[in-house]
């Protein structure tokens, strides 16, 4: 079973409010990953948590800030975002780790983020 | 210079044949590679690995490495319309800190024509 989980599938919010975007596996995989994907064009990497521990902050704007309270959850707090932080948020997980160059990455089915 | 790249596209392909995809990367310490598969509107969605120079076959799926001339492809054989999706190359870069994480290409958008 390779399943990643993300809720809600869409979410509509207006600038000045705060929203969660969540993630969730239950493969025992150690490194969950957030990626920001527009419209064609590929994901990219925002952060990294590899055993509970944030490992990789892609430069990424503080109005958002990852959580990861267990190794099966990974959460993103959303707070006065921009009309161009719209885009589809994929989560990700692997087994290994950061240490493992063969490490694989599935992803979830993505949140639609819609900010107004 | 882009550490991977792919050709955009469309390729287009009539269906029951081969398509060939292919990506290269700028960074001669890579070692693994990835091609995913993502439909509209929908994640990416694993098809194969492949770390070692030559060919590993999955079904319809072959991917090929070159690790000499920093190349990389995926072959589809017998191309259904339901192929027709955008395909992502990713490959594994080491960092400073001796950890790893992916770099994608751009993707290259495939139409198997019916």
């Known amino acids: 079973d390779t399943e990643v989980t993300q809720t809600p599938k869409h979410l509509v919010m207006g600038m000045t409010n705060k929203k969660s975007l969540k993630c969730e596996q239950h493969?025992?995989?150690?490194?969950m990953y957030w990626y920001k994907q527009k419209a064609k064009k590929p994901p990219e990497l925002m952060f990294v948590y590899s055993y509970e521990k944030l490992s990789i902050n892609e430069s990424v704007p503080s109005r958002f800030s990852p959580e990861c309270p267990n190794s099966s959850l990974l959460n993103l707090h959303l707070h006065a975002l921009q009309p161009e932080d719209s885009a589809l948020y994929l989560c990700?997980?692997?087994?290994?780790?950061?240490?493992?160059?063969?490490?694989?990455?599935?992803f979830g089915p993505g949140t639609r983020l819609t900010v107004l | 210079q882009k550490e991977v790249e792919q050709n955009s596209g469309p390729l287009s392909v009539p269906e029951g044949a081969i398509a060939s995809l292919n990506c290269t990367y700028s960074?001669?310490?890579?070692?693994?590679f990835f091609w995913y598969r993502q439909y509209s509107g929908k994640s990416p969605e694993l098809i194969m690995s492949i770390y070692s120079n030559g060919d590993k076959e999955d079904g319809r799926f072959t991917a090929q490495l070159n690790k000499a001339s920093q190349y990389v492809s995926l072959l589809i054989r017998d191309s259904q319309p339901s192929d027709s999706a955008t395909y992502l190359c990713a490959v594994n870069i080491p960092s400073v800190s001796g950890t790893y994480k992916y770099i994608f290409g751009t993707g290259t958008r495939l139409k198997v024509l019916a």
């Open positions: 960074d001669r310490v890579s070692q693994s």
């Open positions: 990700a997980s692997s087994r290994a780790g950061l240490a493992d160059l063969t490490d694989t990455q599935y």
């Open positions: 493969m025992g995989h150690r490194a």
